[in-house]
């Protein structure tokens, strides 16, 4: 069964901090993707990566293919930042769906 | 434009009723699903489509209908409901190359 694993589970950090969240999956795959989950529950989209790293202000997604694993970083870590962030993982063919991580929920206080 | 809109926001429905969860998307996108999101588990497919009049099952389609007459809606019935069916409901839709998904707000249902 094609799975993804993302830790930590929950995260609570000071502002200012740096956070990682990691993700893995099982086989192989042709794109992953980072949300994030607002705490009112809208998704949006924040990363989508084949290989290499992916900058975005204070966010910096970075995937290896050969260890199957991606990590989320956001430097300068703020609180509203606090959200759930999800990976997901797409093992390709023509349907092209996608399969989720559990999230990870963080939490930053000021 | 609007993005993936979805009606209604919240729902309340009585075991054995049925209902249909409103989606459209004016970004002329091809593929389209639907997902649940139940607590401690990450979202997971009920139906897709590929285009318009293209449907298949995702993971969790039992007790769910779609059809997609046309490119920008796409319709989840439930048939008749039960309370397992109590979750939130996410549409969302990405171009051809299965690029940046777009999500609409959600649409929380209570069955009792």
């Known amino acids: 069964k094609n799975e993804v694993e993302q830790s930590p589970q929950n995260l609570t950090a000071q502002e200012g901090e740096f956070i990682t969240i990691n993700c893995s999956y099982s086989?192989?795959?042709?794109?992953l993707h980072w949300l994030q989950q607002h705490p009112g529950g809208g998704i949006v989209s924040l990363f989508m990566?084949?290989?290499g790293k992916k900058k975005h202000g204070r966010l910096i997604a970075t995937i290896n293919i050969q260890e199957k694993h991606s990590s989320l970083h956001i430097t300068a870590s703020h609180p509203r930042d606090s959200a759930v962030y999800i990976c997901?993982?797409?093992?390709?063919?023509?349907?092209?769906?996608?399969?989720f991580g559990k999230g990870t929920k963080l939490s930053v206080k000021p | 434009n609007a993005g993936v809109t979805q009606t209604p926001k919240f729902q309340v429905l009585k075991t054995g009723q049925s209902m249909t969860l409103q989606c459209a998307q004016d970004?002329?996108?091809?593929?389209m699903s639907w997902y649940r999101q139940d607590p401690g588990m990450g979202l997971r497919l009920i139906h897709y489509?590929?285009?318009?009049?293209?449907?298949d099952q995702g993971e969790v389609p039992n007790g769910y209908n779609v059809s997609r007459s046309t490119t920008e809606d796409f319709p989840l019935r439930l048939l008749s409901a039960a309370p397992s069916q109590t979750s939130v409901y996410f549409c969302?839709?990405?171009?051809?190359?299965?690029?940046?998904?777009?999500f609409g707000p959600g649409t929380r249902l209570l069955v009792l």
């Open positions: 969302a839709s990405s171009g051809r190359n299965r690029g940046t998904q777009y």
């Open positions: 086989v192989g795959i042709s794109a």
């Open positions: 990566l084949s290989s």
């Open positions: 997901a993982v797409n093992y390709g063919g023509s349907q092209g769906n996608l399969i």
């Open positions: 970004m002329n996108h091809e593929y």
């Open positions: 489509s590929v285009g318009a009049g293209i449907t």
